[in-house]
């Protein structure tokens, strides 16, 4: 009997050791986890097809926009000068490639020409103007599901005008108004006439509306001998591109890639050449699409590159 009141001290000792080591020794609060960052995403590279001018060479524009479409390659953004802004506001209307093309075929001279008697020209512009308007379904240029530039130059100032808002037959006709053939195109209290004269290949517009990769096609009029027996379209045609040759040097450079269909010195009026002028642009696109693929692929790469060093900031 004499050891239980030992037994219950020791007894009581463990109890209180256990509950001092239980309070001593606490389970660690959970931390909440701190969110990962997402990682940047990479946007695709923005492709702009650049259209330059030159007359019914155009048409071969109508083949290299085929070929693209062919391969996926749609572009965002297009931007032309004169022949270039009128096929590329049919086709950034949302025109597929095929309708553009049965649109060219089908067009005639008497869909566009309608003369008059003026010491600034001969053709007035307004048929041109209405019919983009009807093709494009009476769309304005901010409406187009494909961004869109024409690009003229201000009659007074000699400046580059890009036209990427507004009526779009307007645009057209503004970029298109070769000198004393067209009437100056009047837009409010401005005139302006073909583009030509200051972008003759827009690739710099392009740029300046945000574009990663940069497609070009040239279809101007080289420089060429024998001046005395061109006539009088073939001269004024030779002319402009001899006053623009350094503007198109200078705009080329700053493409990815320049498609040159071999047309620069078919007749820019000759609409019974378009077929020609068309499949010479399919064939030349063709040519050139490892090229683009590989330009829009190595501008990927890159921009999936500065979204990766952007997340590690």
Request: hydrophobic content about 45%; overall charge positive; charged content about 15%.
């Amino acid at each position: 009997m004499r050891n239980k009141p030992l037994g219950a001290l020791f007894t009581a000792i463990f109890v209180l050791a256990l509950s001092a080591c239980t309070g001593a020794v606490r389970a660690p609060e959970p931390q909440p986890i701190p969110p990962t960052a997402a990682p940047a995403k990479s946007r695709e590279p923005v492709v702009a097809l650049v259209l330059g001018g030159g007359g019914v060479k155009g048409f071969a524009h109508v083949g290299v926009i085929k070929v693209l479409e062919s391969h996926g390659i749609k572009p965002n953004i297009v931007v032309g000068t004169s022949a270039g802004s009128f096929v590329g506001a049919l086709y950034a209307s949302g025109m597929s490639a095929f309708k553009l093309q049965s649109v060219a075929l089908g067009m005639q001279e008497t869909d566009i020409r309608d003369l008059t008697l003026s010491s600034q020209g001969f053709l007035i512009g307004e048929k041109l103007q209405q019919y983009v308007n009807t093709q494009v379904g009476n769309k304005s240029i901010q409406q187009f599901p494909i961004r869109f530039a024409a690009v003229a130059t201000d009659l007074e100032s000699g400046e580059k005008v890009a036209f990427n808002y507004g009526n779009a037959g307007q645009a057209v006709r503004a970029s298109c108004s070769i000198p004393n053939v067209f009437l100056p195109a009047r837009i409010g209290k401005r005139q302006f006439v073909d583009g030509g004269l200051v972008s003759p290949v827009p690739v710099l517009t392009a740029r300046d509306m945000g574009a990663d990769v940069v497609i070009a096609v040239d279809i101007s009029a080289r420089p060429r001998n024998g001046a005395s027996g061109m006539g009088w379209w073939s001269l004024l045609d030779q002319s402009i591109n001899i006053l623009s040759q350094q503007a198109i040097r200078t705009e080329l450079a700053q493409a990815d890639v320049v498609i040159q269909p071999s047309v620069q010195h078919a007749d820019a009026l000759n609409l019974d050449q378009r077929h020609e002028f068309l499949l010479e642009g399919e064939k030349v696109a063709q040519q050139t699409i490892p090229k683009i693929k590989a330009v829009i692929q190595a501008s990927r790469e890159r921009l999936a590159s500065q979204a990766g060093a952007q997340a590690r900031l």
